[in-house]
């Protein structure tokens, strides 16, 4: 079986921004295509691989989706030899100065996030965080090879190198959520000795830091019976409320409230304890912050479920997860798709207790 | 065409209010559309030719409505309270006309401040139409304004309100007239309701099920005293958008439109706008999805009563999109 933290480490050394997920995708497509029945790309860049069930030809679906995408920057203008930039998905400008970037322009550049002193700063905007406005990117070369090798529209990832820490943790950026396109990859690997009956189509979407575009957009096409979301979650650490974020590295969270449907969670909820898979229930009051929200209305909607990957330090370049986490979300997928009947749909209905 | 650019900027649609705005297109149109149709939410939609070999369904879209105002208190003095379709900034609306659907015009004023300090608020303004008392005002609670002013004609530049999206209808238009060959099954849609939330788009796209889908709308400019830090300017050419606050362009398309504008010799900017959006992200995300981009027309003081843009710059539109829709269109795989 494939390591899973080689693999995630390979991943994250690729770019593919929202919106630009190319190169993140053809990594997926070799690594998905021994394990699949079928691969195509939806026209906005989705990657569908299909995991065929043993069942009647009426076979139910099942769409599980992480997003692919990845946060980063986007160069906005260039004022002599600096870039300036602005963001790609929800980037915190407190941690800006001083980051490693890569340009991708005519070719790769080496950069870094650079502030202006204070005394530079318009009246007031001294002696505290400085806004992304004023920040600028040097890669280094004079104003003259910047015009010839960088353009408007650029794209610029993080550039921080993933590294392992003790205690199986794993920190870098894009852990959002290439995390749980690593589960993915571990339920798949499960499901090659697991036996089915549903159909699985496992998507690794498409802008979810932006739009949700490819949330919104594959579910139309695959038309699954069900659709669940693998995203990160905000894992307990300094500063963060101890009601709102779940222990790292102490299993999954399942998702609760008016974007899950409850049967659904009390299906995973159960077969959690009956694996002995540690859980914690993450109350998603409006808006789960997840394909979920998307994928649960569209067309004529389906029943969605999330599962959780506690991380910490979201939309930084070393946000942290635990690879014992990754591996349970991918053991309870492949445990729950092992265990779908045929009729399952009729059995559940939306009993909100 | 700054005839035709004028009697569009001079009628008055805003959203959900746009039969005035769609008669005046639907008869500039009619001798050059090979169907013409009114959708459920009232977006104009016209078809010119079917696809033939590589050619693909396109749907073009350009909004007919504008900001506008709503009556929705008068008060015993005839002073009418109002309440806002779209976004209408407070800060542009004192001594700004309206003109109501009905043809009853009249002024906007403001409530004296406590300080200087204050911020203007819809809460602070009302309407005066020039009536003594609530019995001898001519207008009800829920009849619609929209801002009202002759267009300027500053010779290379325009200005007058509702160029967001007038300008784009006009362009659309116009890009119908000219096209003589096309591989393309092509769309105009002229959409409602896109500034309460892209709404018509929304609805035409899903019935259209396009191939591709390209927006012409205004966006922002860089290029006045203290304005946004922003690489758009009047005068540069139109702008092929990269992204706004609601999309990212399809970096396909924007790979193919850049081309076309260079091969053609056509000057052009890039748009990173950051924030706003238009039709085009409605339509990227209809159905199993589209891929979408939108050529914008950099404009002044938008959502003002007084936005303004170059003439040129309308016209490399035109001439962009009548080059770009004439020709094949290939996405080229390695672009995203």
Redesign the interface.
Known sequence: MMEISQFLIKMLSLPGLSGYEAPIRDLLMETWRPLTDDLNISRLGSLHALHRGAGLDSRPCLLISAHMDAIGLMVTGIVNEFLRITEIGGVDDRILPGQRVVVHGRRDLPGVVVKPPDFLLPPGKGGQTVAREYLLVDVGLLPAEVNQVVRLGDLVSFGQEPFELSGEALAGHSLDNRASVAALTVCLQELQHLKHQWDVWLVATTQEEETLGGAFTSPFEIQPDIVIAVDVTFAKGPGVNEHTAYPLGKGNTLGWGPNIHPALFHTFKDLAERLEIPYSMEAMPRHSGTDAYAMQVVAGGAPSMVVGIPLRYMHTPVEMVSLKDIQRAGRILAEFIARLEPDFLNKITWEDH | MKNLIKKLVESIGPSGYESDVRRLVQEEITDFADELRTDAMGSLIARKGTKKGNGMRIMLSAHLDEIGLVASHIDEKGFIRFSTLGGVYPRNCPGGRVRFMSGVEGVIGVERLESSEHNITIEHLYIDVGAANREDCPVKIGEVAAFHRPMLDLGNRIAAKSIDDRIGVAILIETLRQIKESPHELYFVFSVQEEVGLRGAGTAAYALDPELGLAVDVTLTGDTPKGP???VSLGKGPAIK??DG??????RL?QHLVQAAQNAGLPYQ?E?L?GGTTDA?AI????????AGCISVPCRYVHSPSEMVDYNDVQNAVKLLVNVLSNPIQLD??A?
């Open positions: 830090k922003m690489e990269i992204r609601r999309m990212l362009s399809d970096p924007i890039l990173i950051e992200s990227q995300i209809s159905r199993a999805g589209v891929p795989k390695s995203a």
